[in-house]
C-alpha cells in the first residue's frame, strides 16, 4: 500500500491555524527543546486515527486547539480527516472528512461519522469480511473484524518504548492491542495471507465434509437428514410432477410422499412453478450487479488514461448534440448548453487528477458472489420445467418407485447403505487440488529472511553496538522480539545498554517494513514515526546550549549519526525497492548531525518562541 | 438495459427539478443534471424519502451506500436530454429562471395527488436530494464517476 502523511493541521481556538508539512519519502526530522510539542505530534496522530483514549497533553496544547487534523496521501488519494479536540479526557466523537484533500480556512464541521470513516480507511488498509481474527482471546473474538488501528502497531516506536528492554510494540499495555499483535503478524507481514487463510478454510471444510461422508456410508439409518438427501432427487421430481408443493423443506416433503404413497390418493393439486423463475432473474440481477460493481472499481482508470486526449470535449455534451433530435429548443436552449458546458468544464479541470473514493466495494462484490452461490444452491433443488405425467400409467410407477426408496431407506434394519463413494472420491480430489503452503514453513522462512535484513542493519551500525558489533540477529517469532546471539552459539543473550536497546529497535522496525514492501504488503502502511531516538544518551532532552553537548561523550555522537545514517539508508533501500516510505523523527539534536545525509529533511526547529503552538499564538 | 424508457416522462422529469431546487433555492447546472439520475434509482428515492433519514454529507452518503452508484454514469448520461428538456419546459412556465450561471425557483409546481405515487415519493425526498446535490460538485462528480 501507499501511505504518507502530507500535513498537520490544528485549528486554533483563536481561530488561527497553524500547519506542520512533512515529505514522502524522507527522514522527516523535527528538533527542538523540551516540552514544545514534538511527541504531541504522535498522540495527535493516533488521536485522528480513531484513537479511543488519548494522550493529547491538556496544558499549551488540548487547551488551545478546537480541531486535529492530518491531510495524507493513501493509494493515490489525497485524503483530509480531522477530529475535534477532546473534551478533557472524552475523545470526540465528531470527524470531518474531505474526499478532495480540501482544508477548510475556519474550524472544520462535522461531515461523517467515525464508523463510516473507519469503513472507508479499512478498505484502504485492504480490510474486508476476510480479514479477521484468526483464534479468541479474552478480548478478542475469533473470526471478528480487524481493525485497521492493530495494523499501526507497526507505525510508531513512542517514547515509552523505545529503549524498553524487553518491550517492542507500542500499547502492549491494552489488553486489545496486546492479543491483537499475535493475532494479525502474519497478515500485516505477509506470512499469511487472507488468499491462503480462506484456502486452508475451504480445505478444512471439505476434510470436515468427507469425514462426514466416510461416516454417513457406515451408519446411514441414523442419519435423518442424509437420508433426505438421499431422497432429494426424488423429491425433486414430486415436485416436478406436482405431488409436493414447491416451498415446503426437505422434512416435510418425505412425509408428504409417504402420505402420497400411503392414501393411493393422487396427491395434491400441480403446484406452479413460479420459484423457480423468480430465483432465475434473482441470479440474473445480482449478477448483474457485481458485473456493475467491478466495471465501476476498473473501468474509471481507463477513462482518467483517455481524458488528457480529449481534454477540450466534453462527453456529456457530445452526448447531447449526438441526440440532437431528441432535445426540444426554445429560446433558452443555447443558455442552457453553454452555461452547462462552462460548468462541466470547469468540473473536468478540477477533478482531471484526482482517484475517487473506492470504499468497500470489494466486500459488497464478495457479499453478492456468497448470495448468488446461495441462489444457485436454491435453484439447483428446484425442477426446471413442471413435466407432466403422459398418462397415468407413469404417474403409477413414479409412485411405486417413490414407495420402494421409502421402504429402502427408512428401514433401520436395512443395511443396504447408500453409495456415497463417487461424491468422497469426488471430495478427496478437491482436497488435493487445493494445495496450501503450511504456515510453519512460512513462518520459518520469514524468520531467516528477517534475521538476514537486519544483519545487514547490524553491519552498517556495526561501531554503535560495541561488542556485540559481531552479533548475528536472532527474531524470536513467538515473543516478537528481537534478540543478538553470539556467532556459531545456540544461545540468545541479554543485550545491556539502553544505546543497544534503541538500536533493537530500530533494527526490529525497519527490517519489519523492509519484507513487508518486498512482500507487497497491503495491511502495513510504509511509515514509521519516531520519538527521539538519541533518548539513552541524553536522556530527556533538556540539553539546551551548545556549551552542554561538549560534555557528551564524542562516541554517544557517533552512535547518534550511526543511528541516522542507518534511517537514511533505509529511505534508499526502499527506493531501490521501487516503493516510497516516510520517516518522522522528532529530536533535540542540531542539524549538523545530519551533514551529508541526503535523504533527511529538516521539517522545523521548535526552539526560540516556535514550537507546535508557537508562543505567539497562544490564545 | 435501457435507462432511457424511464425517463419518457416529461412532467414527473419537471416536477423532479423543480421540487429540488424548491428547495435548494439555487444550483448550478452541472448540480441540476445529477437530480435525474438520482431520482431515477429507485432504492435511492426510497431511502432519501424516508423520515427516518438523516442526512450528513455527500462522503458519508456515499461509503455508506456506494452499491446504488455503480451504474450512475449510465444514468446520468440518459438523463442529460430529458433534463435539458424538462428545465427549458420550466423556464417556459415560468417555475424556474437561469440565473447567475444557474437556475433558481422562481414560483412552485405544487404537488397533486393526481401525480402519482413516484411524483409523491420524489417531493417526500426531494429536500434530502437537494442536500445530496448541492454540496461540492466536483466530489460528486469524481466520486460516482461520471465520465466527463
Redo the contacts between chains.
Keep these: 500500500m501507499k501511505f504518507h502523511i502530507e500535513s498537520l493541521q490544528l485549528w486554533l481556538k483563536t481561530e488561527q491555524r497553524r500547519s506542520v508539512t512533512f515529505l514522502p519519502n524522507k527522514v522527516n526530522v523535527i528538533t527542538g527543546e523540551s516540552h514544545t510539542g514534538k511527541t504531541a505530534i504522535l498522540d495527535i496522530v493516533d488521536y485522528c486515527m480513531f484513537a479511543s483514549n488519548h494522550r493529547i497533553s491538556e496544558s499549551i496544547i488540548n487547551e488551545n486547539v478546537a480541531w486535529y487534523g492530518l491531510r495524507i496521501h493513501v493509494n493515490d488519494k489525497i485524503y483530509v480527516l480531522a477530529r475535534r479536540a477532546p473534551m478533557g479526557t472524552a475523545p470526540s466523537p465528531d470527524y470531518y472528512f474531505s474526499s478532495t484533500g480540501e482544508v477548510p480556512n475556519s474550524a472544520p464541521s462535522p461531515n461523517i461519522s467515525e464508523s463510516v470513516l473507519k469503513k472507508l480507511l479499512s478498505a484502504d488498509f485492504g480490510i474486508d469480511q476476510d480479514v479477521k481474527i484468526p483464534f479468541g482471546g479474552r478480548t478478542l473474538q475469533a473470526n471478528s473484524r480487524v481493525s485497521l488501528r492493530y495494523f499501526l502497531l507497526f507505525n510508531t516506536i513512542s517514547q515509552d518504548i523505545i529503549t524498553h528492554s524487553d518491550q517492542f510494540f507500542d500499547k502492549q499495555n491494552q489488553a486489545r492491542y496486546q492479543e491483537a499483535l499475535p493475532r494479525i503478524f502474519d497478515i500485516a507481514v505477509g506470512i499469511d495471507t487472507v488468499e491462503n487463510i480462506l484456502k486452508r478454510e475451504k480445505r478444512g471444510e471439505l476434510e470436515r465434509n468427507l469425514a462426514r461422508q466416510q461416516k454417513l456410508s457406515a451408519r446411514t439409518e441414523e442419519k435423518r437428514e442424509q437420508f433426505n438427501a438421499q431422497l432429494a432427487e426424488t423429491v425433486a421430481r414430486a415436485k416436478g410432477y406436482g405431488l409436493v408443493a414447491e416451498n415446503t423443506d426437505a422434512d416435510t416433503s418425505v412425509t408428504a410422499l409417504r402420505q402420497m404413497v400411503a392414501e393411493r390418493e393422487s396427491g395434491p393439486d400441480l403446484h406452479v412453478s413460479a420459484k423457480y423463475e423468480e430465483i432465475s432473474s434473482q441470479i440474473y440481477r445480482v449478477s448483474r450487479k457485481i458485473r456493475g460493481l467491478r466495471r465501476f472499481s476498473s473501468e474509471y482508470v481507463n477513462h482518467k488514461a483517455t481524458l488528457k486526449e480529449t481534454a477540450d470535449s466534453l462527453q456529456p455534451v457530445e452526448y447531447l448534440m449526438r441526440n440532437f433530435e431528441e432535445t426540444v429548443r426554445t429560446s433558452v436552449f443555447d443558455d442552457i448548453l453553454k452555461n452547462l458546458s462552462q460548468g462541466l468544464q470547469e468540473i473536468k479541470d478540477a477533478t482531471a487528477r484526482k482517484t475517487p473514493l473506492d470504499s468497500n466495494i470489494s466486500e459488497i462484490i464478495k457479499d453478492l458472489e456468497s448470495q448468488r452461490e446461495k441462489l444457485e444452491k436454491d435453484l439447483q433443488a428446484l425442477p426446471a420445467e413442471m413435466e407432466g405425467f403422459e398418462n397415468d400409467k407413469d404417474k403409477y410407477i413414479f409412485i411405486g418407485e417413490t414407495k420402494a426408496k421409502l421402504e429402502l431407506y427408512s428401514d433401520p434394519q436395512s443395511d443396504k447403505a447408500p453409495d456415497n463413494s463417487e461424491l468422497i472420491a469426488n471430495l478427496e480430489a478437491q482436497i488435493e487440488d487445493l494445495t496450501v503452503s503450511p504456515v510453519e514453513d512460512r513462518k520459518e522462512l520469514f524468520t531467516r529472511a528477517l534475521d538476514e535484513a537486519i544483519q545487514e542493519y547490524i553491519t552498517l551500525t556495526k561501531a554503535a553496538l560495541g561488542n556485540y558489533g559481531d552479533y548475528r540477529s536472532a527474531f524470536n517469532y513467538s515473543e516478537k522480539k528481537l534478540h543478538l546471539r553470539k556467532p556459531k552459539t545456540a544461545s540468545t543473550e541479554n543485550v545491556g545498554s539502553s544505546s543497544n536497546h534503541m538500536f533493537l529497535h530500530l533494527f526490529l522496525f525497519l527490517g519489519l517494513h523492509e519484507l513487508i514492501m518486498r512482500n507487497d504488503g497491503i495491511h502495513v502502511a510504509p511509515f514509521l514515526i519516531i520519538d527521539q531516538f538519541s533518548r539513552p544518551y541524553w536522556g530527556e532532552d533538556d540539553q539546551e546550549d551548545e556549551e552542554s553537548e561538549k560534555d557528551v561523550d564524542e562516541s554517544d555522537v557517533a552512535k547518534v549519526k550511526l543511528a541516522l545514517g542507518l534511517l537514511d539508508q533505509f529511505i534508499t533501500t526502499a527506493n531501490e525497492m521501487g516503493k516510497e516510505f516516510q520517516m518522522i523523527v522528532f529530536e533535540h539534536i542540531n542539524p549538523r548531525y545530519w551533514d551529508g545525509l541526503k535523504n533527511v529533511h529538516l521539517v522545523e526547529i521548535f526552539r526560540d518562541g516556535n514550537a507546535l503552538i508557537p508562543v505567539s499564538r497562544l490564545g | 438495459?435501457k435507462f432511457s424508457s424511464y425517463y419518457n416522462n416529461l412532467g414527473i422529469n419537471a416536477f423532479a427539478i423543480a421540487s429540488v431546487l424548491k428547495e435548494a433555492g439555487f444550483l448550478?447546472?452541472?448540480k441540476v443534471?445529477l437530480i435525474l439520475p438520482v431520482v431515477a434509482h429507485r432504492e435511492t428515492v426510497k431511502k432519501l424519502a424516508d423520515r427516518r433519514f438523516r442526512f450528513?454529507?455527500f462522503?458519508?452518503y456515499?461509503?455508506?451506500n456506494?452499491?446504488y452508484?455503480?451504474?450512475f454514469n449510465e444514468r446520468?448520461?440518459a438523463s442529460?436530454?430529458p433534463m435539458?428538456?424538462a428545465?427549458?419546459?420550466l423556464?417556459?412556465i415560468g417555475v424556474v429562471q437561469?440565473k447567475d450561471?444557474?437556475a433558481v425557483a422562481a414560483s412552485t409546481l405544487p404537488f397533486d395527488a393526481s401525480m402519482g405515487k413516484r411524483a409523491e415519493r420524489v417531493q417526500r425526498a426531494s429536500a434530502n436530494i437537494a442536500a445530496l446535490v448541492s454540496g461540492?460538485?466536483?466530489?460528486f462528480?469524481?466520486?460516482a464517476?461520471?465520465?466527463?
Design positions: 438495459m448550478t447546472l452541472p443534471a450528513v454529507s462522503e458519508q456515499l461509503i455508506d456506494i452499491e452508484f455503480y451504474n446520468y448520461s442529460l436530454t435539458v428538456n428545465l427549458q419546459l423556464c417556459e437561469l450561471n444557474g461540492n460538485a466536483e466530489v462528480y469524481l466520486n464517476r461520471i465520465e466527463l
